[in-house]
């Protein structure tokens, strides 16, 4: 078993095991190896097994990752007891767990470490409370041809009692073997069943038997996507073929959703309000209870019904108490089971984004560019677990090498799938073109008939000619990128020669622009994430503070993006960040 043993950091001695697809090291919560400190980028590194070869893999990060102290880039295989350090956490890579270590199972928090949690965490919020309003109920038959909906006031209330109480608040009268029993039976019921339509079914079947004059009974559920109530369970005693139809008094229902209060009606045929009525005996409910489940999560789930026709033995106090006492039970299940299929749903999409993370971190740039002459630096952070933000190298076929940075509208999964498409379709573009606008023409009347809605793309083109030492520049409604000489004077360029940005127009033409690239000299093209930044209350980074700082920043390119980085933290203040961050720095060397 291949296991990471601590040496520094938290926790010196404990070991912990390498997943068996990877293991990510970074400060983001969903991260296998969560390492809080602030040096720790979300996404900082990780260990990949391909085919029982282990490899550690550098996600870009911003103060980079060492194995046995020197520092990689991309890929790099691990060998039995090397080191592995990630800012101020060192660990040993070991083929095999020590016999006297403590192993650390994903999820399991190091107590008394230092900033430390093994195991990706997932939070579920169940949201507002929600509440219903009668004029929104529509009923779903659940159960097929099994229900007759009256939507009238045919049922007399007499009594109601508030359902939201606790136990102790139920009325003494009731007979303690009688609610005993209904409890051990609907538990029984509850503890055997294996899903909700079960538990439904057998507390039906547990409610027949404690009610011995029920004559039907149904349960019908809030559905909390569709906002609908929907029968979920029935039940009659009636064995006549054709007679099994159960009726529901959606006055009755409504009432007890909307006061959140369990009733009991009287015999509904001596109402003298309802002589009158032809249809009045079709109904045929002698008596009632209904009793609501509630949530203080989730707001109102149903309710439960139990009616006799049997005149002589109608439902009394005693038994509404009682319902109320099973309804309780019931809710409880019933709110169990909807926050577990939520907490399903979650995992399944966790999971999803958790690939979706790799996957767009695969589009990105393994490693730096080796021209000669030139030193390269970038920096990339979503503001969600996948963004729009894009940037690439791409190896032209005469030696000149291309930098390409975009920018699409919105985050998240739809900006990342546009993203993904852009990266295959500019080196498609770069590499069929030897002019550099012509290629932005087509890449841009790709775009714009590729019915991707209201959606548009800004993006920036520069071609390094390492023999000539010109940078070519064409841009698509972009930030336009600074330029700092060897003086220390920052200056944007380019931002009257900018087109509109890709999918507006199909048929736009985009001007290139040629530049003498001097020894010293660094370029930064970046976008909004770093500029918009913002820190409470609505304070904006900016592009003039930007450019202040890179007027005195360090000389060198890599150390100059991770002032950036770490001026834009500072600036705001522990704020979230609000757009994904995208940088990219070239510096011809003097």
């Not at 990339?380 to 000149?400: K, N, S, T």
Request: aromatic fraction near 6%; hydrophobic fraction near 40%.
């Amino acid at each position: 078993m291949v296991v990471l043993e601590v040496l520094k950091g938290m926790a010196p001695g404990q070991t912990i095991k390498v997943q068996s697809d990877r293991t990510v090291f970074g400060r983001h919560p969903h991260c296998q190896l969560v390492l809080d400190n602030a040096a720790v980028s979300r996404y900082h590194a990780q260990i990949v097994d391909v085919h029982g070869d282990y490899f550690i893999e550098d996600l870009r990060s911003r103060n980079g990752t060492h194995v046995n102290e020197e520092l990689i880039e991309g890929r790099r295989q691990l060998q039995d007891k090397d080191l592995i350090r990630v800012c101020d956490f060192t660990f040993r890579f070991l083929e095999a767990a020590p016999s006297d270590s403590t192993l650390l199972k994903p999820g399991q928090e190091v107590v008394g470490g230092n900033g430390m949690v093994v195991g990706p965490k997932s939070l579920l919020d169940s949201g507002p409370r929600k509440t219903m309003a009668a004029d929104e109920d529509e009923v779903d038959e659940g159960v097929s041809g099994a229900i007759t909906v009256e939507d009238d006031d045919r049922s007399s209330i007499i009594s109601t009692l508030d359902a939201g109480s606790s136990s102790s608040d139920l009325r003494l009268s009731v007979k303690p073997e009688t609610k005993l029993k209904a409890i051990l039976e609907i538990s029984k019921s509850l503890s055997r069943a294996a899903n909700l339509e079960q538990v439904l079914d057998k507390t039906l079947e547990g409610l027949f038997r404690i009610f011995s004059q029920a004559d039907e009974g149904f349960i019908m559920l809030r559905d909390q996507e569709k906002n609908k109530l929907v029968v979920k369970a029935t039940k009659t005693r009636r064995k006549a073929e054709g007679d099994d139809q159960v009726h529901v008094s959606m006055t009755i229902v409504r009432k007890a959703l909307d006061t959140s209060e369990g009733i009991l009606s009287a015999n509904a045929l001596e109402d003298s309000r309802f002589k009158a009525s032809e249809s009045l005996s079709s109904l045929r409910i002698r008596s009632m209870i209904c009793a609501p489940m509630l949530s203080k999560e989730l707001g109102p789930l149903g309710v439960i019904q139990i009616t006799t026709n049997d005149v002589g033995a109608q439902l009394r106090h005693e038994d509404l108490d009682l319902l109320i006492s099973v309804a309780m039970q019931v809710g409880l299940a019933v709110e169990n089971a909807y926050l577990y299929h939520q907490t399903s749903l979650q995992r399944d999409l966790e999971r999803d984004l958790e690939f979706a993370t790799q996957v767009q971190l695969g589009f990105l740039p393994k490693s730096r560019p080796k021209l000669p002459g030139y030193a390269f630096s970038d920096y990339y952070e979503p503001a969600l677990r996948v963004g729009g933000d894009y940037f690439d190298y791409i190896q032209l076929p005469d030696g000149r090498m291309a930098v390409a940075l975009a920018d699409v509208a919105g985050k998240g999964v739809p900006a990342a799938l546009l993203m993904a498409r852009l990266y295959s379709s500019v080196r498609y573009h770069l590499l069929s073109h030897a002019d550099l606008n012509i290629a932005m023409e087509d890449l841009n009347a790709e775009i714009s008939v590729s019915g991707l809605g209201h959606r548009f793309i800004t993006c920036v083109l520069m071609v390094i000619d390492p023999v000539t030492n010109q940078l070519t520049v064409v841009n698509a409604g972009h930030l336009p990128p600074l330029r700092r000489n060897t003086a220390g004077l920052v200056e944007a360029i380019g931002a009257t020669e900018s087109g509109l940005p890709l999918g507006i127009l199909p048929n736009q033409t985009f001007q290139q622009t040629v530049f003498d690239l001097a020894p010293g000299e660094s370029w930064l093209v970046f976008t909004d994430g770093v500029t918009e930044a913002m820190r409470m209350p609505k304070e904006i980074y900016g592009n003039k503070r930007l450019m202040k700082f890179l007027e005195t920043g360090p000389v060198t390119i890599d150390e100059l993006i991770k002032a950036v980085v770490d001026d834009v933290e500072t600036y705001v203040e522990g704020q979230a960040q609000s757009d994904d961050i995208c940088m990219v720095g070239f510096q011809r060397l003097p």
